[in-house]
T-cell receptor, first 108, second 114 residues
Framework: GIQVEQSPPDLILQEGANSTLRCNFS?????LQWFHQNPWGQLINLFY???GTKQNGRLSATTVATERYSLLYISSSQTTDSGVYFC??????????FGRGTSLIVHP | NAGVMQNPRHLVRRRGQEARLRCSPM?????VYWYRQLPEEGLKFMVY????????ESGMPKERFSAEFPKEGPSILRIQQVVRGDSAAYFC????????????FGPGTRLTVT
């Protein structure tokens, strides 16, 4: 099946800093989503982005499908951004595969 | 517009008991996925269902686990004779279609087996 790798596995930031999270995948995809799992465990949809670039406030994402990667940008980070960020992809089947996530801690 | 609902949010079972987890998809969504998340890990696909049909259960353990999505009512994930290794967070997601559609997740059910 399709392999998904996320980097870095852990990230510690000071409030106000910017960061880039990366998701590499091993095959062409029909779907790619970014999620934020907050400290209470809730999974929040950030972006549905099989290709191209999208922005939502301080967050933006870019997927370059031909090169098999996606990037999530967080600007002016806040403590509420803390949590785990997951990338999930669908390849040739409808079975989504999740990466292991990037754990982000933002200090005040 | 209610999101995906799961209940119970927390479930404690003794070894050997049965666990029943419920998932009500978003209004208008007829596709449901179940995932399991172990501590410090990502989500692992278990089963994909449409109304009254199991489409893909390749991620489901062969024994003790079953899932259904009846014509009326929520989707149910059933775990019989639970063991300590079943302790995990179980999430369901719904979407309006199959391949290529955005999935929306419920809050999860945290199962603890004592």
């Amino acid at each position: 099946g399709i392999q998904v790798e996320q980097s870095p596995p852990d990230l510690i930031l000071q409030e106000g800093a910017n960061s880039t999270l990366r998701c590499n995948f091993s095959d062409s995809v029909n779907n790619l989503q970014w999620f934020h799992q907050n400290p209470w465990g809730q999974l929040i949809n950030l972006f549905y982005i099989p290709s191209g670039t999208k922005q939502n406030g301080r967050l933006s994402a870019t997927t370059v499908a031909t090169e098999r990667y996606s990037l999530l940008y967080i600007s002016s980070s806040q403590t509420t951004d803390s949590g785990v960020y997951f990338c999930a992809v669908e390849g040739g089947s409808y079975i989504p595969t999740f990466g292991r996530g990037t754990s982000l801690i933002v200090h005040p | 517009n209610a999101g995906v609902m799961q209940n119970p949010r927390h479930l404690v079972r003794r070894r050997g008991q049965e666990a029943r987890l419920r998932c009500s998809p978003m209004k208008g969504h007829s596709h449901v996925y179940w995932y399991r998340q172990l501590p410090e890990e990502g989500l692992k696909f278990m089963v994909y269902l449409q109304k009254e049909n199991i489409i893909d259960e390749s991620g489901m353990p062969k024994e003790r686990f079953s899932a259904e999505f009846p014509k009326e009512g929520p989707s149910i994930l059933r775990i019989q004779q639970v063991v300590r290794g079943d302790s995990a967070a179980y999430f369901c997601a719904s979407s309006p279609g199959g391949i290529g559609h955005e999935q929306y997740f419920g809050p999860g059910t945290r199962l603890t087996v004592t």
